[in-house]
């Protein structure tokens, strides 16, 4: 459950409740008709407002197959006196109400029917969500709203639930972006309430009347005047209506008023609070400078032509001329909608060394672009192309999984009262050109503060690129130092002189005109076909006429295999900076197609996967399909070294860098570096990516396409011809660049091998985090069983045995393993178990992050052990009684649904599809598969396969322990039977055995 950073810079706030609507049903019919959707949406929609005056609205879905429901309280942090309340109070909801005083069988029941849950804590909400089986819905919903209404806050929960609180707070730490809020609210007016520490920790927590404090909390805020609701579910409009006023109708209504930030952060007629130049130090090694100017506009929410204008990546676009010129490889805005006088909109980018030696000239480059967009001012024409894509997606979106939509819904519904707004219809947003032209003036050298992070800045001493940062923020520990700009510098910007280069978008000319939806073909199959297979050409073609969603979209591309795969660190370096030196060029020739929902992706590991989602149109399809080609076949390798450097090297060794990983990466790190026969370490890949020259990556990318295998398929609004049109492009440019195409399946070519660890074993990794400012430890453990669709060793069981029992354990022992180890053990924030597969072998694992003292890896792992014996003997006592068998097919029941929810959109399904047919094993019908091996799993096989792989001889275990400051690494070797691996390299050696 985590508490939403109060971040002014990287989070939007999207709370703002007002008064209730109607409730006669006539004004409730006028609601529902206004509600905006899209054509291609056959939801419907009711906005209601219940007896007890909560706004609420209900969906029908009727291809749903998971339900979801959100309450959502407006209050959050900002409402609270004592940091972190509000997040405690969350967690302490769910452990219970008078009617259901047992929190626990609310987790356990959504769980056991294939559902999640979680709640989170924001500036000015809190948010309570699940999903579940569309049969159970209205008992979850029952019992969410009687822990919102009535929660018994009790007094034995307190201690695990700050501990909870405090563990989240030490895992977080470490963020950058936390930090920055911190500082940057650190210096603005302290009157205002978003100076609050969000998280909360043991220190703040530990007051002694936290009990009154939190029932305090909850009268004042929790009153159902003060909460939105959404349900999406597969039932009639009607029935949902009636469900929704009976299951939440009764959740107390206390006529509360909804709580204000009495003082703005950053008031505009206050200098002492802009003007700043503020440098912090980060955590991590990815520089950020950020720009926040806090607009005054009062009850405006529409700033989508400002933010379009700044996020363009285009031609004349600020990004292109700062990534061209070697400054940043980011860039983007967006605005904080805080309350109805201000909405802070913050410019941010990510500086390259050269950028963050000489912020300045990015500060200039951006004034010189508003100045040239307020002297042009607002460009309706613009506006209006802008609005006609927005409309052309909104038409043809794809249909929203149900726990987004009642997100996305109650999200709409903080922002505005109006109904025709609650799904973000276009057509609803009206562009105030004055208002425009006045944000545009605000954006002015006078009105803004700049924040600098960078980890090169000391607190120690002044750098090459910073001064010595000699303060210091309390929760997060970070160093700073803030100073105002001079009276010079100032002047400077405000007279800064346009330039040519910089200028407002141009027309798209990949914007779509084209959606015909084109009669199904007599071959086409319920299946993909291979209409031009390696027998008959060089390229095999596979193509699949979507009869389902009936949309102009298109799935389509190609995988190129070479001769052969090389793995070491220096091909994944090279790999990685062609995917860089491609991408940069590709973003800034193919912005336009993006813009206009096309989605062109080239990725590069051992075969080039190269795919094209978006409008079917076969102009623009085609269009884009050579663009990306051109692009891909005319990289300059020429560059200018420095450039060539910060933008491409310097960004590859960032992305390699493990500095700021947490120690639950390096447990999965160190269990990876065991059992991949092929693992690369990054350290090496980053130590490779600085001895590279451009020339080199020009010399791998002409090896690998000097001998390929090409693979193409074409899924959706697309007839066949078309299909055989698009992959006849790609291997005629193949083709002009001397590539020989061979009639070779090179789909194996991809499968990397898993080693075994030796049957019977318990092996486990000990290693103290280098950071020693992380104070959090991890462990992960894992059992290793078999590939999925192996049937265990169990003699006569079907294909996909293993999948079965993996999925079925998860099932049972997840919500148990969280409960046991977080809960009852308070071990840490975070704790699982669940089913993963490596290269198509599943294994199970448990894991574990936290920083309590007296709590570390070596007590994660005993306690683990303890839970597996524990449900061993649970498993037993289950295989015994009707009850337990009974239990047991519940289980299989909701693994079958889980297993059986079918793709919601053609992008969903087209990938699955693309998936198996560039698989070494492709096989189309492993959903059927996979449930008959459900439907075969007995409770005795059960226990079995869970004696055979997590407690018998059969066992294959590792455990990886990573210690952080907070705990000290056990002096003695191992528990009894564990095989201690202190040298990870020699142990692999002892290796052979694969699956």
Known sequence: ???????????????????????????????????????????????????????????????????????????????????????????????????????????????????????????????????????????????????????????????????????????????????????????????????????????????????????????????????????????????????????????????????????????????????????????????????????????????????????????????????????????????????????????????????????????????????????????????????????????????????????????????????????????????????????????????????????????????????????????????????????????????????????????????????????????????????????????????????????????????????????????????SMVSEIYGIVKDLALYEAWEADFNPILDFQESWDMTVFGYSDPEKVENVLNKMLDVLFNLDFTKDEEWFNSTVVVPIQEHFDEEDEDPYYFAYKYIDSVVYKDFIDYPDAKKAAGEISQLEVKEYMNNFLKDVSVSCSAFGNVRKDHAIRYSNIIKEKLAEQGSLIQNEDRRALRDEDIFKLPPGSSHVIRRRMENADQVTSAILVVYQVGREEWDGGLEGRPAYTVFAFTGLLELIMGHTCFTYLRTEKQLGYMAFCRSEKYEGINNFHFGVQGSRAGAGPDLFEREINNLIADQHDKFRNLAQSPEGIEKFEEMKQALSDKVAIKPRTLYDKSYKLMAEIYSSTGDFHKVEKKLEAISAMTVDSFLELYEKFLVGNGKRKISSQVYGANHAMPEDTTEDGEILIEDIKAFRGQLSETF
């Open 1 to 575: 459950m985590k508490a939403r950073p109060a971040h002014a810079l990287l989070a939007i706030l999207l709370i703002s409740l007002g008064n209730a609507s109607p409730t006669s049903r006539q004004a409730r019919n006028s609601e529902e008709e206004q509600i905006v959707k899209s054509a291609s949406d056959d939801n419907e929609y009711r906005a209601l407002t219940l007896s007890n005056k909560i706004r609420c609205v209900v969906v029908s879905d009727r291809s749903t197959e998971l339900a979801a429901v959100e309450i959502r309280v407006a209050s959050g942090y900002l409402a609270e006196d004592t940091p972190g309340l509000a997040h405690f109070v969350e967690h302490m909801v769910f452990e219970g109400s008078v009617e259901h005083p047992v929190g626990n069988h609310y987790q356990t029941y959504i769980t056991e029917r294939g559902g999640t849950f979680n709640g989170a804590t924001w500036e000015s909400a809190t948010t309570y969500l699940f999903t579940i089986r569309n049969d159970a819905w209205v008992k979850a919903a029952r019992m969410l709203a009687s822990f919102v209404g009535d929660p018994l806050f009790p007094k034995d929960k307190f201690i695990s639930a700050i501990e909870a609180v405090d563990s989240e707070y030490k895992i977080n730490i470490l963020s950058d972006y936390r930090s920055l809020y911190a500082v940057a609210m650190k210096l603005s007016n302290p009157k205002n309430r978003y100076r609050a520490f969000a998280t909360g920790s043991k220190e703040t927590l530990n007051v002694t009347d936290i009990y009154e404090q939190s029932v305090r909390f909850h009268d004042r805020f929790y009153s159902a005047n003060l909460i939105t609701i959404a349900v999406v579910a597969n039932d009639t409009i009607d029935n949902l209506e009636t469900l929704a006023r009976d299951v939440f109708g009764k959740i107390p209504n206390k006529n509360r008023k909804r709580p204000q930030n009495s003082a703005l952060p950053f008031p505009t007629n206050d200098k002492r609070y802009l003007g700043k130049k503020v440098y912090y130090e980060m955590k991590s090694n990815m520089d950020q400078l950020s720009f926040l100017f806090p607009i005054n506009m009062p009850n405006y929410v529409n700033v989508d032509y400002i933010i379009y204008l700044l996020d363009h990546e285009g031609r004349g676009s600020i990004y292109q001329y700062l990534l061209t010129r070697g400054y940043a490889t980011q860039f983007g805005s967006f605005v904080v909608l805080e309350d109805s006088q201000t909405a802070p909109l913050v410019i941010y980018c990510q500086p390259t060394e050269k950028g963050i030696a000489d912020p300045y000239f990015i500060v200039e480059t951006v004034f010189k672009y508003l100045k040239a967009a307020c002297n042009n001012g607002v460009d309706v024409e613009l506006w209006e192309s802008i609005n006609q894509i927005s409309e052309m997606n909104f038409r043809f979106q794809d249909k929203q999984e149900a726990e987004y939509l009642v997100s996305n819904m109650l999200d709409e519904m903080g922002l505005s009262n109006d109904t025709k707004k609650y799904l973000g219809a276009p057509s609803q947003i009206i562009l105030d050109v004055e208002v425009e032209n006045e944000i545009l003036s605000f954006l002015h050298p006078d009105n803004f503060n700049l924040y600098i992070g960078s980890d090169s800045f000391s607190d120690s001493e002044a750098t090459s690129n910073g001064p010595q940062l000699t303060k210091s923020e309390y929760y997060y520990s970070t160093p700073y130092l803030d100073t105002n700009f001079t009276e010079e510098q100032l002047e400077a910007w405000r007279n800064v002189e346009t330039d040519p280069e910089l200028h407002l978008p141009e027309p798209n000319t990949f914007v779509p005109s084209n959606f015909d939806i084109y009669d199904i073909e007599d071959d086409a199959g319920e299946l993909p076909t291979e209409i031009i297979s390696r027998d008959d050409g060089d390229v095999s073609i596979w193509w699949y006429q979507d009869q389902e969603w009936k949309q102009p979209r298109i799935f389509t591309g190609c995988m190129i295999f070479p001769k052969q795969v090389t793995r070491n660190a220096r091909t994944w370096a090279l790999e």
